[in-house]
Nanobody, 124 residues
Framework: VQLQASGGGLVQPGGSLRLSCTAS????????IGWFRRTPGKGCEGVSS????????LYSDSVKARFAISRDTTRNTVYLQMNSLKPEDTAVYYC??????????????????WGQGTQVTVSS
């Protein structure tokens, strides 16, 4: 199983980025997919989750109304659209798959497969 995360980069405050997470070796149907981020000071934080079948979504309070998670079932891919970015959004972002449930959640320890991470830097 491989999760390929991409789309990170350097953006000014207020800008936007779209992250992608494409899975190979596993079909995401009936699974939960999460986005997490890691910073040196705050550790690992759950950002958003989606049920690949059904499309239920969940967001942390820190990104609600600014980020949008979505999926393309034909491409076995999940996206994280990040708008109105702030310097505190700077982190390495990871996607992950929980192979045991389709229910959305941000319990880090229950995700089984992880991507390699993509750096997002918000700075002027």
């Amino acid at each position: 199983v491989q999760l390929q995360a991409s789309g990170g980069g350097l953006v000014q405050p207020g800008g936007s980025l779209r992250l992608s997470c494409t899975a190979s070796g596993i079909t995401l149907d009936w699974l939960a997919i999460g986005w997490f981020r890691r910073t040196p000071g705050k550790g690992c934080e759950g950002v958003s989750s989606i049920s690949f079948t059904g499309g239920d979504t969940l967001y942390s309070d820190s990104v609600k109304a600014r980020f949008a998670i979505s999926r393309d079932t034909t491409r076995n891919t999940v996206y994280l659209q990040m708008n109105s970015l702030k310097p505190e959004d700077t982190a390495v972002y990871y996607c992950a798959v929980d192979k045991n449930t389709n229910a959305v959640h941000l319990k880090i320890e229950e995700y089984d497969y992880w991507g390699q991470g993509t750096q997002v830097t918000v700075s002027s």
